[in-house]
């Protein structure tokens, strides 16, 4: 089993930046794939970006390909979500999620593991 916690969410304005967090804990985060998921009021859980268990391999949707950065620092349980340049459609129930595999599925239902969530709030 894996626990994950999201925190680092926000309110902010538009082209403002936040930091997420998504912490791990129980088995070896080393060997899980991450990733990240947002779900705005009445739309469905789309894939944002993911990121391999190794670390060296990224995936980034195109609506936050140059604003979003995803890191995964050596030895720590812990992937950090850079998110610069907000915009208001951006606003959304951000989730981190992992699975033990090599690749970076994109859809949600490949991944067992979810953290509970945290709101990203970006004002116009």
């Known amino acids: 089993q894996v626990q994950l916690v999201e925190s680092g969410g926000g309110l902010v304005q538009a082209g403002g930046s936040l930091r997420l967090s998504c912490a791990a804990s129980?088995?070896?985060?080393?060997?899980?794939?991450v990733g990240w998921f947002r779900q705005a009021p009445g739309k469905e859980r789309e894939f944002v970006v993911g990121i391999s268990w190794s670390g060296t391999n990224t995936y980034y949707a195109d609506s936050v390909k140059g604003r979003f950065t995803l890191s995964r620092p050596n030895a720590k349980n812990t992937v950090y979500l850079q998110m610069d340049r907000l915009k208001p459609e951006d606003t959304a129930v951000y989730y981190c999620a992992a699975v033990a595999i090599s690749s970076i599925p994109t859809v949600a239902a490949q991944y067992p593991y979810w953290g509970q969530g945290t709101q990203v709030t970006v004002s116009s």
């Open positions: 129980g088995r070896s985060f080393s060997s899980y794939a």
